[in-house]
């Protein structure tokens, strides 16, 4: 039996960890650190049994050394984090403050709680991304464990920033640390600010779908739960002090991505008569296709063109293969967001609005 602190646990990856962990290991305590910014949501864990919420924030270090004392906790899994590119571009300081500041302020906590006294056994594994290994061209190798680190937004650099912390206080300390650099996931509780949630919710009101540059950027998408999987597998059989890349295994251009979305959309549509009295603005309801919302609008600056994991170190060492493919993956998301509109409803409030409104400004 283990004992987790989740740090991020009400946010996208880390409720579907905590949801996964929870039927997966049933008599482990976990316990969920999260400040409830903008992407938090309570919401995200209802319905999951025996998990405590502390609202607190991961700067907070003596909270954080209370809770790993106190509750006896054995496991950290590290999710919380500011995560949102755009968001970086906009305003970096928060993800400064969050993903370098934070991480530090957990590893003093994990050092003085653990690396005190009897020095049982424990674990703090960080959960990162495959952003800060920088931009592929279309003909190189992908990301593996050894590839030297070239994080180009405020967002990478602050995640790579972190994870050189976690390194650290292995090599110096010997705090007992691993790491998971992961592509980009999709999949249920996704704010609805990132690429798959925001055009599925834009399809359905008949919104424009802003398309950055020429569409043709490529990421190796995951489903949520597979990320999961990878993160438990590197809970459990993963080496102390290693990193694992965790990848999808499936390279898309966005546009392959938002055609897929909408022709998935027009077949959801056209086998369901209620949804059109649901979402009378989608183009589907008036019988016309999707994709005629797509909108091409001024490029993301830094924009990073390419991304692809090699997971070779995670099948081999972990037995780690994702399980859901992208088309079987992307249908059970969307079946979610259709059956889960009070989820989405309660987030497009007026901080919502206003986000768009900044971001999109100026793009047309
Ligand atoms: P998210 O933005 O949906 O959730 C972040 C969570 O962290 C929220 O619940 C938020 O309230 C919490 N949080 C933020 N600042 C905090 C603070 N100072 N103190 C306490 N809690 C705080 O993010 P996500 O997409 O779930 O990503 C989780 C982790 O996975 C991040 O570390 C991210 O870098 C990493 N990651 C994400 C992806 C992806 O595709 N989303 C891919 C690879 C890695
Ligand atoms: P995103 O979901 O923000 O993830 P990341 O930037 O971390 O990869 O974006 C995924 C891709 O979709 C990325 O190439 C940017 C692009 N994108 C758009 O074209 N339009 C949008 O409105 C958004 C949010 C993203």
Known sequence: MANLLVTGGAGFIGANFVHY??????????????SLTYAGNRANLAGVNAVE?????IRDEDTATTLLRDRAIDTLVHFAAESH???????PDAFIDTNILGT???????????LSGDGKPH????????EVYGSLGPDDAAFSETTPYSPNSPYSASKAASDHLVRAYHHTYGLQVTTSNCSNNYGPYQFP????????INALHGRALPIYGDGMNVRDWLHVEDHCR?????LQRGRVGETYCIGGGEELANLTVIDTLCAAVDAAFAGDPGLAQRYPDAPAARGLPTDSLKTWVKDRPGHDRRYAIDETKARDELGYRPARDFKAGFAATLAWYIANEPWWRSILDGSYRDWVEANYAGRG
């Open 123 to 130: 674990r703090f594994h960080h959960v990162s991304t495959d």
């Open 193 to 200: 600010e990132k690429l798959i949630p925001l055009f599925l």
């Open 85 to 91: 590119v755009d968001r970086s571009i906009h305003g």
């Open 53 to 57: 919420l502390v609202e607190a924030d």
């Open 104 to 114: 530090h302020s957990l590893l003093k906590a994990a050092r003085t709680v653990w």
């Open 21 to 34: 962990w929870r039927e997966q290991h049933p008599g482990d305590q976990i316990v969920v650190l999260d």
């Open 230 to 234: 990878g993160i438990e597998a590197v």
